[in-house]
């Protein structure tokens, strides 16, 4: 009889998903500890607003950077170290003692951390078949929304112990904790794990024939000038800067408005600012799911990841205006709330394209598209903070929500999923250095057999 298939993969995705979880409790922590920033140091809107966004113009330009070291290094010895790093940036920043140094500690962690989702999205193209990677990368970012919805009620209870600074010696903690088990369980390719079986292994390699799924970590050249001269490429680093313009109202200022615009106490915001954050686990893996449920049913790629993508653009653009404009606080937050759902279902066709069109350099190619959509996430709350310190908390909404129907039209018009950006020649590369280990022939005859 046939051995039952093994599945260590999903153990895998649980490891990387707590990555995902645990980033995004620090991103929200500041945003959690404003009122006590603002009392401290008196920083007034605007100031607010730059402190927000120095970790995401950080984060931006060392996206490339960092998915570049998740190819040429791998995921087990690049998410180890940045994990390592954002610890003790975490750390430090319970030394701040204004805008400089809150500022300059911010950019410091952007820097360390750009690396990590780019490097998880190579770290799951190597362990997921084609047909698996909208849920895996719809259940990861569900993880880290998990992650910014618990930091509020977290935050809040630490902070009224603790102090704020006490927030940041507790994710400093986590932080570690993880990088060491990470680099305890997690290896770079399935075949390095003896409890994967092989027909593990013939589902991870086999269903999407996809040879840079069965590849391991080489230390190739990017060819940039095809990266920068592709139109598709263009297409998804414009779409997801509209995505991650949205986002980061949520990440970043929502806390602040509930209680300054809409008027709830810091002990309510406490937990009315995580239900969109909740909504958004929910949108996440909903998203991720569609776009392979769609695939499946389908075999239609550019129609499975399109859709999902521009429904979730259209339906968060068409609730975050009326809660911008509603008088009443409770149905402003119900239309966020909806409106985060909507969004996040963006997530799993976003990771899932790069990863598609990507091959051996599906690192660097998702780290070009975070990298563009994170300065939409650094723009944000800088003119969030202007505008909301000249009185005007509805403008932000209405210009996030112009820039969701721009992202649905790059989509509907521009994306394809199904247009390699390196062609056939750079896979022709990988699979010629892949079998010519002696190791690989063997393991892919075992597959073939």
């Not at 954050?277 to 449920?293: E, I, S």
């Not at 002696?438 to 597959?447: D, E, F, K, M």
Request: with cysteine; aromatic share 14%; glycine share 10%.
């Amino acid at each position: 009889m046939p051995k039952e298939q093994s599945h260590v993969r999903w153990a895998m995705l649980f490891l990387i998903s707590l990555l995902y979880l645990i980033t995004y409790l620090d991103r929200v922590t500041i945003s959690n500890a404003a009122p006590f920033l603002v009392h401290e140091f008196g920083f007034s809107p605007a100031r607010l607003g730059v402190v927000f966004s120095a970790f995401v113009w950080a984060y931006a330009l060392f996206q490339v950077p960092g998915g570049w070291l998740g190819d040429h290094f791998g995921p087990r010895k690049t998410l180890t170290v940045i994990m390592g790093y954002r610890a003790l940036i975490a750390l430090l920043t319970t030394t701040a003692t204004g805008l400089f140094s809150l500022w300059s500690i911010r950019f410091a962690l952007g820097i360390g951390e750009a690396g990590a989702f780019p490097t998880a999205t190579r770290a799951m193209q190597m362990w997921f078949p084609k047909e698996e990677r909208g849920i895996v990368q719809g259940v990861s970012h569900s993880a880290s929304r998990l992650g910014a919805a618990v930091g509020p009620p977290l935050a809040v209870t630490t902070i009224i112990h603790y102090g704020w600074r006490g927030l940041f010696i507790l994710v400093g903690i986590v932080s570690i904790a993880w990088a060491l088990l990470f680099v305890s369980f997690y290896r770079d390719t399935p075949e390095e794990i003896g409890a994967v079986t092989q027909e593990e292994l013939r589902h991870i390699h086999g269903i999407a024939r996809d040879v840079t799924s069965v590849t391991k970590v080489h230390r190739l050249s990017v060819p940039w000038k095809l990266l920068f001269k592709s139109s598709n490429m263009w297409a998804i680093m414009f779409a997801y800067f509209s995505y991650l313009y949205c986002l980061w109202i949520f990440l970043s200022w929502l806390p602040l408005y509930l209680v300054s615009y809409r008027g709830f106490s810091f002990l309510k915001t406490g937990f009315l600012a995580s239900l969109p954050l909740l909504a958004g686990v929910v949108g996440d893996t909903l998203g991720g799911w569609l776009t392979d449920f769609a695939l499946i049913k389908t075999s239609n790629l550019k129609f499975a990841r399109r859709t999902v993508a521009i429904v979730g653009m259209i339906g968060c653009a068409s609730f975050i205006v009326p809660a911008a404009f509603t008088r009443s606080p409770i149905g402003a937050l119900a239309c966020l709330t909806i409106a985060m759902l909507f969004l996040e279902m963006i997530i799993g066709p976003s990771w899932a394209v790069p990863m598609d069109i990507g091959g051996e350099y599906s690192g660097t190619v998702s780290g070009m598209m975070n990298m563009w959509g994170q300065f939409g996430g650094a723009l944000s709350p800088t003119v969030f903070g202007i505008l909301a310190g000249r009185g005007f908390w509805i403008a932000p909404f209405v210009i996030a929500a112009s820039f969701l129907i721009i992202g649905a039209v790059i989509w509907a018009f521009w994306i394809d999923p199904d247009k390699p950006i390196f062609g056939s020649g750079a896979i022709a590369l990988a699979e010629q250095h892949e079998y010519s280990q002696p190791a690989t022939q063997t393991r892919a005859s075992a597959l073939q057999s």
